[in-house]
């Protein structure tokens, strides 16, 4: 892919449209541990084994917000590639544990799409789901994404 067709442009969206960002991503132990670290979050269900065995999963569990950054991560050449600005998030809803080796996919329903008063740009909102290999919906939330329209000046190419 090259730089000029990463993302997609306002004009691109339609409501309903459906993405399946690809690859997965699979989160080890590293990941989580570091993410917990980097963020402060030294919850023992994330970070002590000893402790997770007596828990109600038996087991370490990924911290929720990683699952999110991951999942966003996977839409961004899809929904927010030529975004201007990310303007918010909604709705965070942590439906199912994620465990250390689980590989997450994630894909984005358009659920809106609004012109702006500025001619250039428009705002895409989309849900994005986080799956497991089992196929359980483990995460889901809403963002809205400020998107250039195609051959406005300045716009991501």
Known sequence: ???SEF????EEFEVGDVYKHW???TITEADDVLFCMLTMNHHPLHIDANYAKDSQYGR???VGNLVVDIAMGLSVPDVSGKALANLGFEKVEFLAPTFHG???YS???VLDKKETSKADRGVVTV????VNQRGETVMRFRRSVLVAK???QGAPK
Request: glycine share 12%.
């Open 150 to 152: 195609r051959g406005a």
């Open 107 to 109: 894909e984005s329903t």
């Open 60 to 62: 370490q569990v990924v």
């Open 102 to 104: 689980d590989t997450i």
């Open 1 to 3: 892919m090259s730089v």
């Open 7 to 10: 993302g997609r442009y306002f």
């Open 23 to 25: 690859p997965g991503r």
């Open 127 to 130: 849900e994005t789901r986080a």
